[in-house]
């Protein structure tokens, strides 16, 4: 079994910065990928940004140039550094994996979720 679990949402004022970040545990035999999607109310979640194995990184226009996403191997730890935050930003931040264990390939995987409230 596979968890994902994030941390580090909470309230920030505009113009504020924010870290979250999303640990992996359980039977992984690899982490081929991970990303961070968001969900504001009474929209659709969309994509923020990714990360491969191997570090490229993707991101939507809305967070290009504030938002960045990083990731530690060897903690099967990824984070979202967010900064310049507008109250438009204020949604749940989830993350997903796609991962490999002893029985899945590719397997998708995701987080619970933390809200992220940008307000003053």
């Known amino acids: 079994q596979v968890q994902l679990v994030e941390s580090g949402g909470g309230l920030v004022q505009p113009g504020g910065s924010l870290r979250v970040s999303c640990a992996a545990s359980g039977s992984i035999s690899s982490i081929l990928s991970m990303g961070w999607y968001r969900q504001a109310p009474g929209k659709e979640r969309e994509l923020v940004a990714t990360?491969?194995?191997?570090?490229?990184?993707d991101y939507a226009d809305s967070g290009k140039g504030r938002f960045t996403i990083a990731r530690d191997n060897a903690k099967n730890t990824v984070y979202l550094q967010m900064t310049s935050l507008k109250p438009e930003d204020t949604a749940v931040y989830s993350c997903?994996?796609?991962?490999?264990?002893?029985?899945?390939?590719?397997?998708?995987?995701w987080g619970q979720g933390t809200l992220v409230t940008v307000s003053s």
């Open positions: 997903k994996g796609q991962v490999n264990t002893p029985g899945f390939h590719n397997l998708g995987v």
């Open positions: 990360v491969t194995n191997g570090g490229d990184t």
